[in-house]
């Protein structure tokens, strides 16, 4: 299992790694690339809960993997220094309560593994999936991330 | 001419008496006739379930960061903060002596449909009875049937902490005179059942308005920019413009606002923001047909730039 998933976050770092518009491994980088790929999951269940896309075990499996494994190594991503820079949406929140932040990304990894365990089997197991997430993304993003005006 | 000054003075004094028993008539607290709560019988708990998540009572009356079942203990206390000073909400669990345990239907419903307290005094439309009272007395008799199922909280909220001449009930009378108006806000020239219950949800039990319609300066809704959005009523920045007009929110697709109802998802997979949050949290219990029917609403409003 450990093994597992650090074969994934090789896997993400590699993935990281090989796009080029990167400016080397700043953490903001970092961080944002692996929120990216969780929006980018997410927008695959969403096409498949919408109808926009045929259901595809495949796709589902893969989209809760790169949610659980990503948001796993999200909070390491949050060094001192790292506060500001590269339009960051990064609160204070995150520093003056690692604590929570933590647990906040310990909730989505929690979820995004019960789902891959019971794992979704038609579009309307992928809809009740995206009904789970949501609420977690959005509290998390409420108190740690800034507001977009 | 002492007597004709008196009768001056008495001709004075009378039109004063009328224009305030006028004033008196017009601004006081209007409660339903009794007999609208006669024999209303076993209130519907499933329905009135519904109207609770689409009424949004938890947004306001559970503890603030209440998660899971807590979400259902209707303790108040919350700090609503307006430019005329504090609101606490009051506790509206079945608690007999902190909450609303031996409020009688009548009670609940000139509360939730006139704005009259239980000692026959104006509530302040901090609480949106302004929107609910576009409910039936069969959905307040449902609806108090579902609160009194929920657990009992003993917590005592803090008195509203107002400014003058804000902390004068008395004067919502005036304020309900010009503001307080239980019709439609849109007339539609032919509207189906759907786009009904779209308009029953959005205008009455889901309050929407009461955000994402402007206020005057007395705080009043600006009803000619029905849904056009403006500065957040509780603090910073702004409640969206949610007509078809909206830039942010008018190129969503039905299916794309009921999508954003029951997850939280934009259309481009970003997470519900503000007070937001709490509200698709509540409607994520509503049922499909009910988020399809507000979602054919929001498209069917006049568009505001």
């Known amino acids: ?149 | 001419m002492a007597l004709r000054w008196g009768r001056v003075l008495g001709a004075g004094a009378a039109v004063v008496a009328v224009g305030v028993a006028a004033a008196w008539f017009l601004t006081k607290p209007n409660p339903m006739p009794a007999e609208t709560w006669n024999g209303r019988g076993e209130p519907d708990l499933a329905r009135g379930e519904m109207l609770f998540w689409a009424g949004g009572c938890t947004g306001c009356h559970a503890a603030g960061g209440a998660t899971g079942e807590e979400v259902k203990v209707m303790s108040g206390g919350l700090a609503l903060t307006s430019p005329f000073g504090t609101f606490y909400v009051p506790n509206i669990s079945p608690d007999p002596q902190a909450g609303i345990g031996e409020w009688t239907l009548a009670e609940f419903g000139n509360a939730m449909l006139r704005g009259v307290g239980r000692e026959g005094e104006h509530l302040y439309p901090s609480f949106p009875y302004t929107s609910y009272a576009r409910m039936s007395p069969e959905d307040i008799n449902d609806l108090f049937g579902y609160l009194k199922t929920l657990p009992a909280s003993g917590n005592v909220a803090p008195p509203h902490e107002l400014s003058f001449p804000f902390n004068m009930r008395i004067a919502l009378g005036g304020w309900k005179f010009l503001f307080f108006d239980d019709g439609p806000r849109v007339e539609f020239a032919s509207a189906d059942e759907k786009l009904q219950r779209g308009q029953f949800l959005v205008e009455g039990p889901g309050h929407c308005g009461e955000c994402h319609t402007p206020r005057n300066a007395l705080g009043g809704l600006q009803t000619a920019q029905w849904l056009a959005g403006g500065p957040n009523p509780e603090g910073e920045g702004r409640i969206p413009n949610i007509t078809p007009g909206s830039r942010s929110v008018g190129s969503w697709s039905e299916s794309d606002l009921v999508s954003y109802f029951q997850t939280g998802f934009t259309p481009d997979y970003d997470s519900v923001g503000g007070s937001m949050v709490e509200v698709q949290k509540n409607l994520a219990h509503l049922p499909q047909a009910d988020l399809e029917a507000i979602a054919a609403y929001l498209k069917a409003v006049p568009a505001q730039e």
């Open chain 1, 1 to 149: 299992m450990r093994s597992m998933s650090l074969l994934a976050a090789a896997a993400a770092a590699c993935l990281c790694l090989s796009t080029p518009a990167f400016s080397q491994e700043e953490p903001q980088v970092v961080r944002q690339n692996l929120m990216k790929e969780i929006g980018r999951s997410v927008g695959a269940l969403g096409a498949i809960a919408k109808g926009e896309k045929p259901y595809d075990a495949a796709v589902v499996e893969q989209s809760l993997t790169t949610i659980s494994t990503n948001i796993q190594a999200f909070p390491d991503q949050f060094p001192p220094g790292s506060e500001e820079g590269h339009e960051t949406e990064a609160l204070p929140a995150i520093w003056e309560k690692p604590d929570e932040f933590r647990a906040g990304a310990e909730k989505l990894h929690t979820e995004a593994q019960a789902l891959l365990a019971s794992m979704p089997a038609d579009q309307a197991g992928v809809g009740a999936a995206m009904q789970r997430l949501g609420p977690v993304c959005s509290d998390c993003h409420e108190t740690f991330r800034a507001k977009k005006q």
